[in-house]
């Protein structure tokens, strides 16, 4: 996947991973681009292109987005960790998204 621009789909966010977003619901950043605008099921294609989830991107009455539904799940079965690098993007064609993810590397001496 090239990092910012993939032919045939384009970025809606990315996000460093807090840890609350591995252990609860990853709160979406407010500046992000093509998500529905209601509670309605989002087809996310897998980072390693095998499993389709559903994700649902709920907005609160704060106006804070949260992505919910199946995400603890993924975020479980990743083994996702805080720092670790979410990227998220919708099809040009509008027929799902697609995540990537970049681990956070963790240097453990010098």
């Not at 910012?4 to 609860?24: I, N, P």
């Not at 897998?46 to 199946?70: A, H, K, V």
Request: aromatic share 14%; net charge neutral.
């Amino acid at each position: 996947f090239g990092l910012w621009t993939m032919e045939g789909y384009v970025l809606c966010f990315e996000k460093k991973l807090s840890a609350t977003d591995v252990t609860r619901n990853m709160e979406i950043p407010k500046w992000a681009l093509h998500l529905p605008p209601g509670n309605e099921i989002m087809y996310v294609l897998d980072p390693n292109g095998e499993t389709t989830w559903q994700f649902i991107c709920s907005t609160r009455n704060s106006g804070r987005r949260s992505m919910l539904y199946q995400w603890m799940s993924f975020a479980e079965k990743k083994k996702l960790m805080p720092d670790d690098i979410l990227r998220f993007y919708r099809s040009t064609n509008g027929d799902g998204y697609l995540m990537e993810l970049e681990r956070h590397s963790i240097r453990l001496f010098g």
